[in-house]
């Protein structure tokens, strides 16, 4: 198992298309980073922890990102459905806030279970598994 923060450098520096670093010890938040060919990025069962950061879902070349099982938090960020991108999983984490209503056209979207839970009224009830959402009027 591979431990210590995300390894960013690693992947642009040698221009990976597909990163498989699911089931590891990796820890920490993820680091923002600049454009790169990575087109499936998989961060599934491990430790990291902060928030999703915008970067990652503009990439115009990422297609799927897989943060599933780690203790993120926050909001999803907007989605800029003009790229290619074709799912994200992010379930059992501590996301929360407005759930990006972009995230429902995704061929494969999966943000249910753990703590996760978005604000109110849900765009749709089977959108990305979430069923349960919480109410923000008092």
Known sequence: ???????????FYYQFTTAYLNNN???????PF???PIQYLYLSHNKITGTIPSSFLSLYTLRVLAVDFNQLEGTV????TSYRFEGIYAQN???????????CSL?????????????????????????T???TVF
Do not use: A, M, R, Y
């Not at 943000?111 to 978005?118: E, R």
């Open 34 to 36: 600049s454009p790169s």
């Open 93 to 103: 984490n501590s996301l929360s806030g407005p759930f990006p209503t972009g995230l």
């Open 1 to 11: 198992q591979l431990t210590g923060g995300f390894p960013s450098f690693n992947l």
């Open 107 to 131: 061929p494969s979207c999966n943000l249910s279970g753990g703590n996760n839970i978005f604000d109110c009224p849900l765009p749709n009830p089977e959108c990305c598994n979430v069923d």
């Open 133 to 135: 959402c919480k109410s």
């Open 77 to 80: 960020p907007s989605l800029n």
């Open 25 to 31: 010890l990796f820890s920490g938040p993820l680091d």
